[in-house]
């Protein structure tokens, strides 16, 4: 069968995505990859293909158990022989997994990093066919990144202990030219067919609200939007849960999910929300890896996340149908001060000494530019494709700023009048006054005032009411009047 084939057989796609087929034709020719793709962009698909029309097995070391347990599922249900090998199996159920791995039983075998270095595994791996090595999660390999783990670092180990080099594929959705360099350099990838496939997800509306009262708007949205699934995302487990009271009084049918919940809660939580039995998911950012729930239709941030990588890639489990969603972002400044405090913390025991400052230094750089995400005035998708390294046209039209774009207008001659207006009532009355003189109202305040007689009377009258409101909180925004706070007012 060729790719297209087993695209279809199998995995029951009639066509392949951006950036996929190019991976896969590197592969058959025999060449390593590097792929960087957004997460939902398909990356399983480029190694689990040629995996199956490789001759021998294909070893695809994954970070993540919860993910390697629903893959090779997914896999065995399309009819594909796969298997994993983590701490979750007995001593005796990894034997005898390798064994049949030995006997050429599965095509795909799924493994933590730690399980490289075991006896056993080796045993396996060097008398075993094995055509491919699949890096997932490529990025952790790179102490630059967002997650490393120290070992990634023993893969190139074990791939030099096998008889015949196989062909390495790595994958990630995020890495900057200093992670793909290292994924290259540290794996000795020679000569990587490298694909890096466009950032942008078209579907999703990226939206960013300056607000304080954020429970407001959390139970307002889900209010209009009572069928949809989606997933609040929040800085601390206390945010969670404080949130998650609220909403659950509310009758909202919504879970948790966060590191401080015990492991059978989480996964039972976990699933309730991937089955939609409570389609609303309040959670840390422990909240989503290797999570492939397809409708999911917002995913609302609580609070700022740390970086754009972890923005981009939350805000990223939203439709995975290709379906409108909302990626809605709620900043206060405080988040900036919870997130320095969060990196702060940061567990630097892994780290060598000397490389801390740097670290640090570019967590703190990584924060400013999120921040810069949340103050923008600019479009949202491009700075999101910018950070990423694409380059960007015109703005989107199709993001919170860009349809928030005022239209320019010269008011001049207008704000004139404003300022003539409370001269001529000697700064002595409020905005709502003034106002009804601009307009000309026939108030009996106004009569008691004298406002008939005032040059400004009815000046503005062609203009409503909101719009003169809208005039006048511009013109104290930027200066040109400001507001005195009347101590009594008789
Ligand atoms: P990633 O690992 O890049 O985050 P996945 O491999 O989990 O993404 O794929 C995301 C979703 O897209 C999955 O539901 C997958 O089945 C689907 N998908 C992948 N390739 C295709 C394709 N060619 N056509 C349609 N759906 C696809
Ligand atoms: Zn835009």
Redesign the pocket.
Known sequence: MNANEI?KEY?G?????EG?ESVINAIMEGRDVLAV?????????CYQVPALMLPGVTVVVSPLISLMQDQVKALNEAGIHAAYINSSLSDRQISMALEAAANGRYKIVYVAPERLESGEFIRFATCADISMVTVDEAHCISQWGQDFRPSYLKIIDFINQLKKRPILST?T?TATEEVKNDIACILKLSDPHIVVTGFDRENLYYQVEHIRRKDDFIVSYIEKHPNDSGIIYCATRKNVDTLYELLFKRGVPVTKYHAGLGQDIRKKNQDDFIYDRTPVIIATNAFGMGI?K?NVRYVIHYNMPQSMENYYQEAGRGG?DGEPSQCILLFSPQDVMINKFLLEQKDFSEVEPEDIDLIRQRDARRLQVMEGYCRTTGCLRNYILRYFGEKTGVPCEHCGNCDREYREVDMTSEAKTVINCIFEAKGRYGQNIVIGILLGANRARLKEINAEAYQTYGALKEKSEAEIRLLISQMVLEGYIFRRRIATAY
């Open positions: 695209l995995f796609y009639d066509f392949f995505r996929q793709m957004p997460t939902g962009a398909g990356k399983s698909i994958f959705a492939d397809s995975r």
